[in-house]
């Protein structure tokens, strides 16, 4: 997996930087587009394991962690994820101390398992008990 972070962290890295570019671009100029709805939601009345993504990053964007659970927990999960790997890569690759935390495939499988499961409680909320996002 060595090889798998050498070529993993400047992709982070630079995703990263990116998102927080086009974040800030959205912000200042585009912030009276609004963003797309879901097709899943809209037509098939169902939350997909991406519904609430963008509230909750939002959220997490203004500090509110637990609003941001609520919404899909699966972007705190990555978001701290990412945040760990990128923060732990840096200090090992500028101070030579073996801290990086290293890639492995069972991250992505958690989170993308986190992402189905919230889907699904939430489904089960809003057609068993009627309780909506
Ligand atoms: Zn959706």
Redesign the pocket.
């Known amino acids: 997996m060595k090889d798998l972070d050498h070529l993993l962290y400047p992709a982070v890295l630079i995703s990263c930087i990116l998102v927080a570019a086009g974040v800030l671009i959205y912000v200042r100029w585009f912030s009276h587009i609004p963003v797309a709805t ?1 097709w ?2 809209e037509e098939l009345h169902l ?2 394991p ?2 609430g993504c963008t509230r909750a990053f939002t959220a997490l964007l203004q500090g509110d962690v637990l609003r941001s659970l609520r919404y899909n927990p699966g972007v705190a999960y990555f978001a701290l994820g990412t945040a760990v790997y990128l923060l732990t890569q840096t200090v090992q690759r500028l101070t030579g101390w073996r801290c990086g935390v290293r890639f492995r495939p069972i991250y992505l499988h958690l989170g993308f398992g986190l992402l189905v499961g919230n889907a699904l409680v939430w489904n089960l909320l809003w057609h068993v008990w009627g309780i909506q996002m």
Do not use: S
Request: hydrophobic fraction near 15%; glycine fraction near 14%.
């Open positions: 879901c899943v939601y939350y997909c991406g519904c």
